[in-house]
């Protein structure tokens, strides 16, 4: 029951509008985040439990080795962690900062085409984000990211850990 309480208290329509309106999506990178505009990277879903955001093999992202760079890997694992956390604070009040704090990752199959990320824990970002709030201390979450092929192979993982406080 708490799950279904917390999804209606953090349900963003708006937010989920803008970042998968592919227009608007892309001129917010090239404004905010040029190397991820460049990467081409897009978000295919966001909603308040989960994401899903892509990144393709192209010249721009490879690396000498003929796959994805990790870079670019690593900074679509982060967006698919950090639209959800961007989606619970969008025009919130209290206004409340995020930033990262460590990211980890481990790589299991060379990425050689559209690799896409899935981060399923928005609901216990939005717990983090709250008890933040409520306490007016800094809180941080480390959070989970998989990354797969088009063929539905595990390419990579990452833990992203988020830092939140009251502003």
């Given at each position: 029951?708490?799950?279904t309480a917390l999804e209606g208290q953090?349900?963003?329509?708006?937010?989920?509008?803008?970042?998968?309106?592919p227009f608007k999506f892309r001129l917010y990178?090239?404004?905010?985040l040029p190397a991820a505009y460049?990467?081409?990277?897009?978000?295919k879903e966001v909603n308040g439990e989960r994401s899903v955001v892509?990144?393709?093999?192209?010249?721009?992202?490879?690396?000498?080795?003929r796959s994805t760079y990790f870079?670019?890997?690593?900074?679509?694992?982060?967006?698919?962690?950090?639209i959800l956390a961007m989606a619970a604070l969008y025009r919130k009040t209290p206004k409340v900062s995020m930033l990262i704090v460590s990211i980890e990752g481990k790589f299991y199959k060379k990425?050689?085409?559209?690799?896409?990320?899935?981060?399923?824990?928005g609901l216990e970002i939005h717990k983090t984000i709250k008890s933040a709030i409520d306490s007016g201390e800094?809180?941080?979450?480390?959070?989970?990211?998989?990354?797969?092929?088009?063929?539905?192979?595990?390419?990579?993982?990452?833990w992203c850990e988020w830092s939140f406080k009251r502003k």
């Open positions: 029951m708490e799950s953090f349900t963003n329509q708006a937010f989920y509008s803008l970042a998968t309106n990178l090239l404004q905010n460049f990467s081409g990277i897009s978000i892509k990144v393709p093999f192209k010249w721009f992202t490879r690396n000498p080795f870079a670019c890997l690593s900074m679509a694992a982060e967006m698919s962690t950090g990425a050689t085409g559209i690799t896409s990320f899935v981060c399923v824990e800094a809180k941080s979450i480390k959070v989970f990211a998989s990354g797969e092929n088009e063929y539905g192979e595990l390419v990579a993982e990452f």
